[in-house]
């Protein structure tokens, strides 16, 4: 490997590999630090964050092995937007910046996002960064029917939250006092910071060790590898405009539509969005980063599964949605519950794909849009509390394997523990398992949704924002597949609250949760026989599903 400190350095593939493995460790000894000085369920038991590190020009090196799809792509589009307000020159050690507005970074305002300098021998050769989604950004709180951003919580222009690693009381303050949860909401920013100092220092080190000045020359080689290989991956696909739509629950009669066209053209791709339903009056709009975001990481799974991810990985790819449309709203469009649009896009993606690589592409998810609900009030201790319950349904079932069950895709976040869950919020999960023939019937049968029972232990009542989807419309199968099971929300007494609005729980109700299963791959008719029985055994389809739908003929029972 060449010494040279200059931009004209060059890097025998052994050597790269290596240097580029140490950079995602780097990346991932910075998340383990975020995660274990957390102070909220959300980063500690259910992933909902990511962190990365980029050149001095801003662009991405790594990102952590785990970290969250929606966040792809998005820390270098937020960095550019605080070097405007910050110019380069004027970043010391131990500076912090943070915002959450939403059209600068991931779309919503619970998400925090923080960037820090990178200095070497005295010299800035860089920036970490984190997101971390918070407990509680104030306002509405986490929901889906607010009318405008305004109404959902605290919005945070770039501001710096350390000086020279003093804190900005001032900022410290304003956020602390717009929140319910102030000391986990400041915990997480805290650990943020703690997953920046890792981050900046183990970079100092592995400038020293690999005997490099900058990260300057090692940045061009590793994005110009991973553009290559993904230009690679689309020159596989053959030439040509793949279209698929979706239609989508939306909030109450205002159903939402999305038009995608995928254009492969040699090694570039573009993904067009023009023909979906205008921005919504309700916070299901996603703004054009976190568009961006779930557009082109399902691409990349599908077509480049194995090379790890950067700024180059993305290059040969680009999005575009109309101004005012549900996928590039106009600001100050809400869009707290924006996952319930973006999730929806790899589905409809992999439908268009389907047409050119069906072996490379899943049915839609049931996890796909995530369905949350948020519980919010006084504990046993008389204490507020904001407390997120994470849970995802079935993928979808592909060309070679049934979906996996009980799985979250595209985004990864994690169920957390159910322990946890109770011993920091007055509920109590009496069930939770999985949902018989939740999957769609198909060739490989789409994963499994789950159904969970939660009740209100509080002697007050409690707050609910539910934020959900797939209740009109199921996901779909592909080339032949049945759909999946849809989202079923109930009470104990048989009423059903409103899938996208916040209501009220009264101490002693219970609140059933029935996630969607994912769609069906190929014909059910194609079905191994044997693979049918196992899973009639196994409590994963009915016997009447096992005869009506894939024609089995001798009762499961008998074998």
């Known amino acids: 490997m060449s010494r040279e400190p200059s931009g004209a350095a060059e890097f025998d593939p052994i050597s790269l590999e290596i240097l580029w493995s140490r950079l995602i460790s780097i990346a991932d000894e910075s998340a383990a630090a975020l995660l274990r000085t957390s102070f909220s369920t959300i980063v500690r038991e259910s992933n909902d964050f990511a962190t990365g590190l980029m050149d001095a020009n801003g662009d991405s090196l790594a ?21 405007h307000r910050f110019p380069k020159e004027s970043w010391k050690p131990g500076d912090c910046v943070i915002t959450n507005d939403p059209w600068m970074a991931t779309g919503h305002l619970p998400d925090f996002t923080l960037a820090a300098p990178i200095f070497h021998r005295g010299r800035l050769v860089g920036f970490c960064g984190s997101i971390a989604h918070a407990p509680d950004i104030g306002g509405a709180g986490w929901s889906s029917d607010c009318r405008e951003l305004f109404e959902e919580g605290l919005r945070v222009l770039p501001v710096k ?71 690679r991956a689309i020159e596989a696909v053959p030439d040509g405009t793949y279209r698929a739509s979706l239609d989508a629950d ?19 791709l573009h993904v067009d969005y023009a023909g979906t339903s205008k921005q919504i009056g309700r916070g299901l709009n996603s703004v054009l980063n976190y568009t961006y975001a779930y557009s082109v990481y399902p691409i990349k799974c ?35 519950a924006r996952q319930l649009t973006g999730h929806l896009l790899a589905g409809v993606i992999y439908r268009a794909l389907a047409q050119a690589i069906p072996d490379k592409v899943i049915a839609e998810s049931g996890s796909a ?34 979906g996996h069950s009980c799985t979250a895709f595209p985004t990864n976040t994690g169920s957390g523990s159910i322990e946890a869950f109770e011993s920091i919020s007055p509920l109590l ?64 007494d048989g009423t059903r609250p409103h899938p996208k609005s916040r209501s009220v729980l009264q101490p002693g109700d219970r609140l059933t949760l029935r996630f969607s299963g994912g769609g069906g791959f190929g014909d ?8 049918v029985m196992a899973d009639v055994r196994d ?11 894939y024609g089995l003929l001798r009762d499961p029972a008998d074998a």
């Open 63 to 83: 990102e952590n092995t785990a970290g969250i799809p929606s966040f792809v792509g998005i820390l270098p589009r937020t960095l550019k937007h605080f070097l």
């Open 161 to 231: 939250f350390l000086h020279e690693g003093r804190i900005n009381e001032l900022a410290r303050d304003f956020i602390t006092a717009n929140v319910r949860v102030p000391d986990q909401v400041l915990g997480d920013l805290f650990a943020q910071v703690a997953a920046a100092d890792v981050c900046a220092r183990r970079t100092s080190e592995f400038l020293g060790d690999a005997q490099i000045e900058d990260l300057s020359a090692l940045s061009s080689a590793l994005q110009d590898r991973a553009e290559k290989a993904m230009r």
């Open 250 to 268: 939306g909030f109450d009669a205002d159903e939402t539509h999305i038009e995608c066209a995928i254009t492969v053209n040699g090694s570039a």
């Open 302 to 336: 599908a077509l480049d599964p194995m090379t790890p991810r950067n700024e180059g990985s993305y290059r040969s790819m680009t999005v575009d949605a109309p101004e005012g449309c549900l996928l590039n709203p106009r600001f100050p469009a809400p869009c707290s």
């Open 369 to 402: 849009p995530t369905l949350r609900s948020v519980y919010s009030g006084v504990d046993r201790h008389n204490q507020s509390f904001s407390q997120v319950f994470f849970a995802s349904g079935g993928m979808g079932g592909s060309a070679i394997q049934d």
């Open 429 to 492: 999960v009496w069930k939770k398992e999985l949902r018989t023939d939740s999957g769609g019937a198909g060739k490989f049968r789409g994963g499994l949704g789950q159904d969970v029972d939660i009740e209100v232990t509080s002697s007050h009542p409690l707050r609910l924002s539910l934020l959900s989807d797939r209740q009109k419309y199921p996901p779909k199968g592909l080339l032949g597949g049945s759909e999946g099971a849809p989202v079923e929300i109930t009470l104990s």
């Open 524 to 531: 059910p008719r194609e079905r191994d026989p044997a693979a």
């Open 539 to 549: 409590g994963y389809v009915s016997a009447e599903q096992a005869h009506g739908i």
